[in-house]
C-alpha cells in the first residue's frame, strides 16, 4: 500500500536552486552589492526559507515591500540588512528603526513626517526618486523641498541609498526610454552629492542586472530572477549564457476518480461536454489555492509523467481534469500543477501564457497558508 501524504496540496522550494541562482547574480554584478527581493512571501516562495537561501548565495541585502515582513524575518533571527520598498505608515517608523530596518522615502510627506518624529538612533532611509514610471517616488517638483530638508538643522536620517525602478527594462525595444530614466535619476543623484551625501545608488532589477550593466551602479536587486524565473522572454533570448534553475513545484493529489458517459457536461456552467465515455478526476485544488480560473478548459496539469488536462470551470477549491488516456489513475496520485513529472513539465511559464498573465503573478498567487517544503 502506498504512503499516503498528509497534504492535499504543498509547495516544493529548492533552497539549493535559490543560492545557485543568488550566486549567478553576484557573479554578473562584477562586485557590485546585491540585494534579494524576498517580497511578497518571496514571489510566493516562502519569505523566510527564500531569505536563508539567498544570503548562504552571497546576497549582501534583503528587500521586502512593508514592515510586518521585515519584522518577520527580524522575528526569524535574521540580521542581515532590509530595505522596505514600499510605503511604511508614518506611526510605524519607530519600528524600523528600532530594529534596525531600512525605509524608504519616495514622497516629501512621508519624509516631513520622519523629520517630526524624534527616535532612540537615526533612521536609515533610501531616497527613490521618480523618473518615468510615474508610480512611487519624488520628482521635479519635490526637489528644491527635498534638498531643503537634507541641509536643514532638523536633518535626522542616514541617508543610506538612493534609487529608482525602471519603466520598461524587460523590453529591449524601450531602452531609449530607459537611457532617458537613467539620465534623469543621475540629475538627481548629483543634486545629492553636491550637498555633502554619498549614498549608494540602485537602479537595476532582474532585466536590468541582465541586460544593460551600466546601470548596475553600487548595487542591484534580484527579484523574479532569483526564483530562476525570467522577466521577460526577450529578455531569456538576450541572456542566453546564463542558466537558471526553477525553485518551485506546485503539487496535490487525485481525490476522487470516475467514470462518466460521453455527452455528459461537467463542472459550473456545464461549459464542457464530452466526446466519449471518459474518467475523470478531481484535484482538491482551486482558484482560492491560486489555480487561475482562466486556466478552465485549457490549462494542463501532470499525473504519471503525461499531461492530463483541465476540463470544466476551474471553482474555487476543486478541478476536473481528464484521465481518460492515462493508465491506473487512482486516488492518492501526486499531481504536479508546476514542476517537472518524469520527462513532461509545466512551468510557471506555460501556466502564465494559458492564462494570459505573467509569470510573477502566477508564483506569488499561490495561496500563502499551503506549506512551503524546503528540499
Same mark, same amino acid.
Given at each position: !500500500? ?17 543560492? #545557485?541562482?543568488? #550566486? ?8 557590485? &552589492? ?5 517580497? @511578497? ?15 548562504? =548565495?552571497?546576497?549582501?541585502? &534583503?528587500?521586502?515591500?512593508? +514592515? ?24 510605524? %517608523? ?5 530594529? $534596525? ?13 520622519? !523629520? ?12 527613490? %526618486? ?12 519635490? !526637489?528644491?523641498?527635498? &534638498? ?36 534623469? %535619476? ?17 537602479? /537595476?532589477? @532582474? /532585466? ?19 526564483? =530562476?524565473?525570467?522577466? /521577460?522572454?526577450? +529578455? ?22 470516475? @467514470? ?17 465515455? /471518459?474518467? +475523470? ?13 482562466? &486556466?478552465?478548459?485549457? =490549462? ?31 486516488? =492518492? ?13 509545466? @512551468? ?10 505573467? $509569470? ?12 512551503? +517544503?524546503?528540499?
Amino acid at each position: !500500500m502506498k504512503k499516503q501524504s498528509q497534504h492535499r496540496t504543498w509547495v516544493e522550494i529548492d533552497t539549493d536552486a535559490l543560492r #545557485e541562482n543568488t #550566486e549567478t547574480m553576484k557573479k554578473l554584478l562584477s562586485g557590485k &552589492l546585491l540585494m534579494s527581493v524576498v517580497k @511578497s512571501n518571496a514571489y510566493g516562495h516562502g519569505m523566510t526559507l527564500s531569505a536563508r537561501a539567498v544570503l548562504r =548565495g552571497g546576497a549582501d541585502m &534583503l528587500t521586502v515591500d512593508d +514592515i510586518d515582513e521585515a519584522l518577520e524575518l527580524r522575528r526569524e533571527d535574521i540580521k542581515a540588512p532590509i530595505l522596505v520598498l514600499g510605503h511604511i505608515i508614518p506611526v510605524r %517608523f519607530r519600528e524600523a528603526v528600532m530594529k $534596525n530596518i531600512s525605509i524608504t522615502i519616495s514622497s516629501i510627506d512621508s519624509l516631513e513626517e520622519l !523629520m517630526r518624529q524624534k527616535f532612540s538612533r537615526k533612521p536609515r532611509i533610501h531616497i527613490k %526618486f521618480e523618473t518615468g514610471l510615474h508610480r512611487q517616488g519624488i520628482s521635479d517638483t519635490d !526637489m528644491n523641498r527635498l &534638498l531643503s530638508a537634507l541641509t536643514s538643522r532638523k536633518w535626522n536620517a542616514v541617508v543610506e541609498g538612493v534609487y529608482t525602478h525602471f519603466a520598461s527594462m524587460e523590453s529591449p525595444s524601450e531602452i531609449e526610454y530607459s537611457k532617458e530614466q537613467a539620465r534623469r %535619476f543621475e540629475a538627481y543623484i548629483k543634486m545629492i552629492y553636491e550637498r555633502g551625501f554619498e549614498p549608494l545608488r540602485h537602479m /537595476s532589477a @532582474s /532585466s536590468g542586472i541582465l541586460f544593460s550593466p551600466e546601470f548596475h551602479y553600487d548595487v542591484a536587486r534580484a527579484g523574479i530572477v532569483t526564483y =530562476g524565473l525570467w522577466p /521577460s522572454p526577450e +529578455i531569456r533570448n538576450h541572456a542566453r549564457g546564463v542558466v537558471l534553475r526553477p525553485a518551485l513545484s506546485w503539487k496535490t493529489i487525485v481525490s476522487e476518480v470516475k @467514470s462518466v458517459k460521453r455527452g455528459e457536461r461537467v463542472g459550473y456552467d456545464l461549459t464542457y461536454k464530452l466526446t466519449k465515455n /471518459s474518467r +475523470i478526476a478531481v484535484i482538491p485544488v482551486g482558484y482560492w489555492h491560486g489555480l487561475p480560473r482562466a &486556466l478552465s478548459n485549457t =490549462g494542463s496539469v501532470l499525473v504519471h509523467g503525461r499531461h492530463a488536462p483541465i476540463i470544466g470551470r476551474v471553482s474555487m477549491d476543486m478541478t476536473i481534469i481528464d484521465v481518460t488516456d492515462i493508465k491506473s489513475v487512482v486516488a =492518492g496520485d501526486t499531481v504536479t500543477l508546476i514542476g517537472t513529472d518524469g520527462k513532461s513539465s509545466v @512551468s510557471a511559464e506555460d501556466m502564465a501564457g494559458k492564462a494570459d498573465t505573467i $509569470n510573477y503573478e502566477i508564483v506569488t498567487r499561490i495561496n500563502p497558508l499551503i506549506e512551503r +517544503i524546503e528540499i
